[in-house]
Structure formats: structure tokens, C-alpha cells
Nanobody
């Protein structure tokens, strides 16, 4: 069973940047569409960024133009570069497959945007 470990979160001021990482225990990124999800308190988990096996990316409207998803297949790692962060980006961020199947969710990484 592949395991996912997210890291890179933290406390940042509005307008700041963070780079999240998602490390997988197996070679899943090159074979599956993958995504970054987030869950804010009291809200459902939502997909915010997606990357296909061919490298095509797509983003939810609230993060478009500010977030960039990428992956390094050789390192079994996926990234989310987050720029111009806003308080509404505060959430726990997770990575997982972005199709109908799911790997067991990791612990996520907390991102808090506050002055």
C-alpha cells in the first residue's frame, strides 16, 4: 500500500509564499492523475490543483494564478508552490490521486495565513 506524506506547511503572512511537498512510498505520480486537496475548518475537502500523467495542470478558481502544481517522478515527490497567500487559503492540505480512486489519506500539512 502506497503511503503519502505531506510537508512544508506553516504560518505565513498574507501575501507570502509556501512550497508544499508530497512524498510517496512508491512510483504513483507517473501512472495516475494526482492532486492537492485542502480542508478548512467546518468545510468539506476540496481539490485545488490537479496534474495528469501527461503533465497537464488545472486549478480551482480560488487559487488560479497563485498556485502551481508540479511533480518529480524520479523522486516520487509532488509539489504545490503557493504564492500571494490569502487568509482564506488557511486549511490542512493533502495530496492524493485525482481520479475516482483514492490512496489512504496522509496526515496532511497545516497552512495558516494570518497577520
Amino acid at each position: 500500500q502506497v503511503q503519502l506524506v505531506e510537508s512544508g506547511g506553516g504560518l505565513v503572512q498574507p501575501g507570502g509564499s509556501l512550497r508544499l511537498s508530497c512524498a510517496a512510498s512508491g512510483s504513483i505520480f507517473m501512472f495516475n492523475p494526482m492532486g492537492w486537496y485542502r480542508q478548512a475548518p467546518g468545510k468539506e475537502r476540496e481539490l485545488v490543483a490537479r496534474i495528469t500523467t501527461g503533465g497537464t495542470t488545472s486549478y480551482a478558481d480560488p487559487v488560479k494564478g497563485r498556485f502551481t502544481i508540479s511533480r518529480d517522478n524520479a523522486k516520487n515527490t509532488m509539489y504545490l508552490q503557493m504564492n500571494n497567500l490569502k487568509p482564506e487559503d488557511t486549511a490542512v492540505y493533502y495530496c492524493n490521486r485525482a481520479d475516482s480512486a483514492r490512496i489512504t489519506w496522509g496526515q496532511g500539512t497545516q497552512v495558516t495565513v494570518s497577520s
